[in-house]
């Protein structure tokens, strides 16, 4: 398929001109609109200010106290600079399939230019606090995805606003592209993708961000290239997917080994780990107290859970009191066992079983195992099992004829979709060294039956 020129998609009205502007760590200068102003200064969004990126990682690496808000406006950032990119190039086939979804006849591109904006803007809205880690436990009717589409299409919360400035319905087609649900239109599943895909603004923006803000060097990649790799192909359905130039194969390869590195090094972090457990254990110690509820979830925010848990860690009344004195101090487990981030299922049903052992060889002592499985990439490569979520990025030649990504790439293939890891920790003081070397050769010997 061949690119073609097109001009740059249209303001919706006077008030959706970028005249303000903030300045970022990561992309310089974000400009915005005024309409999109009301948008970040509304309470919800607000919100985001105090709720940090990576939880209790501070703990870890003290640079990473960055927030969902600074993260939400780079996104915004990085999927403008996508769709521009692929609007300069196949603009006019983009605006012939945008055209043909109902409420996009008038000035199609405009629309959906303006709509991917908001929908990075507000992906991340729906977040508890401390984001990923308690999401097991808090708001039972689900993760912070379907919080955040409640959110975005609620007329009381963000919905009457974002129809008010944007026109009728633009609320349900914002928390559509958000959630990219099978009833959103085929011409525009693309929006979506630019938000929340294999190469996505998201992704791009959280890894470069992270990296940062940790003072790590795993998440860098030449995403300024990626962007200018992006390209589009028509599929069976009627709309457009996502594709990469051959000549940038090497920058996605990165961004690949990036979320790697990142995953290994950061987001699972041994003591990463563990202070989300605590958060855990915290949280279900709240009893009716946690928030469980979207009206419970967005009363609250890192600040104000942290304040309770300074007080709390001040008394011995409660058992959150003793999940709040770990955080708070830094008291934390000692790790005792550690499988490696290539850990089989077999290794992992070993590790459970050792965890019981020692739990009963020694009962006067608290065990915590954590076993995550995050996944990397959902790319079809020659080694992946059959599952049709998987995505075949297509990579295009000059002739703009594709070719699979995962199958030309040497090196995606070798990077695992997922890993596993199983981590024992054991509650031993400092002055405990013996005992915790005892307990650690226990357990390498229980790992060899």
Known sequence: MHSDLFRQPEF???????????????????????????????????????????????????????????????????????????????????????????????????????????????????????????????????????LTCQIVANEDLLGGLLNRLYGEET????????????????????????????MDADRTDYLIRDSLHCGVEYGHFDYKRMIESIALCENDLGGLDIALNRDGIHTFEALILARYQMNTQVYYHRLRQLYDEYLIRYHQALGEDIPD??????????????????????????????????????????????????????????????????????????????????????????????????????LIDRDGKGQSLGFESRILGKVPETFRCALIFVNVGEDEQTLRDEIARTAKSLSKE
């Not at 300045?23 to 919100?47: Q, V």
């Not at 209790?56 to 808000?69: I, K, M």
């Open 293 to 394: 509820t979207p009206e419970k979830v967005i009363a609250q925010n890192d600040v104000t859970m942290l304040a309770r848990m300074i007080q709390e860690a001040q008394t011995n009344s409660s058992e959150r009191s003793i999940w709040a004195k770990r955080i708070i101090n830094r008291d934390h487990h000692r790790l005792i066992y550690d499988s490696g981030f290539n850990a089989t299922v077999k290794d992992i049903k070993k590790s459970n079983n050792m965890f019981g052992d020692l739990q009963r060889r020694y009962p006067d002592r608290q065990f915590i195992i954590t076993v995550p499985s995050p996944r990397i990439h959902s790319l079809l490569t020659p080694n992946s099992e059959e599952n049709e979520k998987l995505v075949d990025l297509q």
């Open 12 to 146: 919706l009205t006077e008030d959706d001109h970028p005249i303000h502007r903030v300045r970022c760590p990561i992309h310089g200068f974000i400009h915005y609109s005024g309409n999109e102003r009301k948008i970040i200064d509304h309470p919800l969004f607000r919100r985001l200010r105090y709720i940090r990126q990576l939880a209790l990682t501070e703990l870890v690496y003290p640079g990473a106290s960055h927030t969902r808000f600074e993260h939400s406006l780079g996104v915004m950032e990085i999927a403008t600079k996508l769709f521009d990119t692929l609007a300069a190039r196949y603009g006019s086939l983009m605006e012939d399939k945008f055209r043909t979804v109902a409420g996009f006849e008038d000035r199609p591109m405009g629309k959906a230019r303006q709509y991917v904006r908001l929908a990075a803007l507000l992906h991340d809205i729906g977040h508890a606090s401390f984001s990923h880690a308690v999401e097991k436990v808090v708001n039972q009717g689900g993760g912070h995805e379907v």
């Open 171 to 198: 609320a349900a087609f914002i928390a559509r592209i958000i959630r990219g649900e099978k009833n959103l239109a085929p011409q525009l599943a693309l929006l979506h993708a630019l938000v929340s895909g294999e």
